[in-house]
């Protein structure tokens, strides 16, 4: 029993990492160069990112309390551990989700869109708190690739994907706009780079699971 909430709790503390993560990768993507006026802007932005966080954390530590609450009987224990199984099967990407989140487009321009700018971009998304990412459809999991074929074309978890791009994230649209849309960040490289990008955002994001299986080679 003390197993289980001791693994509940890293993995609330780990969500906390993550987004706190965000804000300070964000923060150190040249914010010095902006103008007053987006300097104003994104400071009522990361006050409001705070606020967030700071509610995440009192709704984990009331989580841990009705966890320690609920595993006092067998009932409560199982039905704690159905909902971890769900949101773990979700988090491993098998199954399909759907919610708000930004669909980003990326095709070839002057230059060719490579595999390094997905894998920028879908960091990106991560840092930013997205919750489930797709290329062209295929799943981004733990254990994806994202790897290119002697320069002709892109390959992700195997399966062969070209221009243009359709990125899906789901999360908070507004901080994975922000994590585009920041100045310098990675739709700027792109535009510089004379690769074509644009997104819109959504409140219905639909993103299918992963078909593939997630193998453990070495872990026990």
């Known amino acids: 029993?003390?197993?289980?909430?001791?693994?509940?709790?890293?993995?609330?503390?780990?969500?906390?990492?993550?987004?706190?993560?965000?804000?300070?990768?964000?923060?150190?993507?040249?914010?010095?160069?902006?103008?007053?006026?987006?300097?104003?802007?994104?400071?009522?932005?990361?006050?409001?990112?705070?606020?967030?966080?700071?509610?995440?954390?009192?709704?984990?530590?009331?989580?841990?309390?009705?966890?320690?609450?609920?595993?006092?009987?067998?009932?409560?224990?199982?039905?704690?551990?159905?909902?971890?199984?769900?949101?773990?099967?979700?988090?491993?990407?098998?199954?399909?989700?759907?919610?708000?989140?930004?669909?980003?487009?990326?095709?070839?321009?002057?230059?060719?869109?490579?595999?390094?700018?997905?894998?920028?971009?879908?960091?990106e998304l991560k840092y930013a708190g997205a919750e489930a990412i797709s290329i062209n459809d295929e799943r981004i999991v733990a254990n994806t690739d994202i790897v290119d074929v002697q320069s002709k074309f892109i390959l992700v978890n195997t399966q062969r994907v070209m221009s243009p791009y359709v990125v899906k994230a789901i999360g908070d649209s507004k901080y994975l706009e922000s994590a585009i849309n920041i100045k310098g960040g990675i739709k700027d490289e792109l535009e510089a780079e004379g690769k074509n990008i644009s997104y819109v955002l959504s409140d219905e994001i639909l993103i299918n699971k992963y078909n593939g299986n997630l193998e453990i080679n070495y872990g026990e």
């Open 1 to 123: 029993m003390c197993l289980t909430i001791g693994i509940i709790c890293i993995l609330l503390v780990s969500v906390v990492f993550v987004q706190v993560k965000t804000v300070d990768v964000i923060e150190n993507s040249g914010v010095s160069t902006m103008r007053e006026s987006e300097l104003r802007s994104e400071l009522a932005s990361w006050k409001a990112k705070n606020e967030e966080i700071e509610n995440t954390i009192k709704e984990n530590e009331e989580s841990i309390e009705e966890y320690k609450t609920q595993t006092q009987t067998e009932q409560g224990t199982l039905g704690l551990l159905n909902q971890d199984l769900q949101k773990a099967y979700m988090s491993l990407g098998y199954t399909n989700v759907k919610g708000q989140g930004i669909e980003i487009t990326v095709s070839d321009g002057n230059k060719r869109v490579g595999y390094g700018d997905l894998l920028v971009l879908v960091n």
